[in-house]
């Protein structure tokens, strides 16, 4: 699968992208969710791996909530995130943590990206290294675990945004994420 940023004008906007979701199609509870992905780098470029609650459209967002496999910054090649959403812990202030790649950049080859959803606690990975595990404990501290039911996949690269910023004169187009394959393993 290729996605592919480009500067172009499309109706009121200066850049065109796209993504692709499985909502209504394949949605699941627990177990592993990975992805073989080679990323795009630039200012602006948003790309992500992330999960959305299946009941979006009947209770809205944040919560559904939201479970961000891979989220990243194009102006930070070495560096990716996850991050969950829902109740009382979205946005700015999402329950999150960074990875910093030790040896290269994203960009420069396919990366494995991945989550080990159980009951209790979500567990991010990178390359198979665990980088963050966050429990329904910690969860409920800041608010509501809404994470036990389904959940589908999106696939993206947004250009532009609050977390990134707009592209400038160094972000060089088109700009593709391409990834190899996506699996998800059934859970307890």
């Known amino acids: 699968l290729a996605i592919t940023a480009l500067e172009e004008e499309y109706l009121t906007c200066d850049y065109t992208s796209g993504r692709i979701k499985t909502q209504d199609l394949f949605e699941h509870t627990r177990g592993r969710f990975e992805a073989s992905i080679r990323l795009p780098a630039g200012q602006g470029l948003w790309p992500a791996?992330?999960?959305?609650?299946?009941?979006?459209?009947?209770?809205?967002?944040?919560?559904?909530?939201?479970?961000?496999?891979?989220?990243?910054?194009?102006?930070?090649?070495?560096?990716?995130?996850?991050?969950?959403?829902?109740?009382?812990?979205?946005?700015?202030?999402?329950?999150?943590?960074?990875?910093?790649l030790a040896d290269g950049r994203f960009d420069e080859g396919f990366h494995l990206f991945g989550i080990e959803w159980e009951r209790d606690r979500i567990t991010w990975y990178i390359d198979n290294n665990r980088y963050f595990s966050v429990t329904q404990a910690e969860v409920t501290a800041r608010g509501d675990w809404v994470f036990d039911h389904n959940f589908f996949i999106i696939l993206n690269v947004a250009v532009g945004g609050n977390f990134v910023g707009p592209p400038d004169e160094t972000t060089v187009f088109p700009q593709t994420m391409l990834v190899d394959w996506v699996r998800v393993y059934k859970g307890e």
């Open 49 to 100: 791996f992330w999960l959305l609650g299946a009941d979006i459209d009947r209770i809205g967002w944040p919560e559904c909530g939201e479970i961000d496999i891979m989220e990243y910054r194009g102006q930070y090649p070495s560096i990716a995130q996850g991050a969950l959403h829902g109740p009382g812990y979205s946005g700015g202030s999402a329950i999150w943590k960074q990875f910093v």
